[in-house]
């Protein structure tokens, strides 16, 4: 059974993960922790499959050698563009700006193929902010 799963690539160049997607599924993290709820004592919450999974692709690009992970929080909808704002937020990445419809966004547009706010943040960074809550 799957719970979640993660795409992404390391840019050419290598310096750059790039983060497509990551997404947990709920109904089958809700089954899971139904047919064994001893192995979810100490959380198995969304946040933290998330977690767990973003950590193993952060812990990919180390080994790739790239420095920077990159996400595009995509604005299909907004309820949802703003809920991946917020849930990469928290999870330790940093707003580096609006890629809209300009003329100007045309090449993030291009990599990105959507509209949406544009983070990042250090995977070293990440690894120690994530390692900590890992750890507790």
Excluded at 65 to 89: N, P, T
Excluded at 120 to 135: G, V
Aim: proline share 2%.
């Amino acid at each position: 059974q799957i719970l979640g799963y993660c795409e992404g690539f390391v840019r050419p160049g290598g310096k750059i993960l790039h983060v497509d997607k990551c997404e947990v599924w709920k109904k089958a993290l809700s089954r899971a922790k139904a047919e064994n709820p001893e192995g979810f004592k100490n959380g198995g919450q969304v946040f933290g499959v998330s977690l767990l999974l973003g950590y193993t692709c952060m812990l990919h690009g180390k080994e790739k050698k790239c420095s920077v992970a990159e996400f595009l929080a995509i604005d299909d909808e907004d309820f949802q563009h703003k809920r991946l704002v917020r849930f990469f937020k928290r999870a330790g990445f940093q707003v580096v700006r609006y890629v809209g419809e300009d003329i100007k966004d045309v090449p993030d547009r291009l990599v990105w193929g959507g509209c949406g706010t544009l983070m990042n943040r250090d995977i070293d960074a990440l690894l120690e902010r994530w390692s900590k809550t890992i750890m507790k």
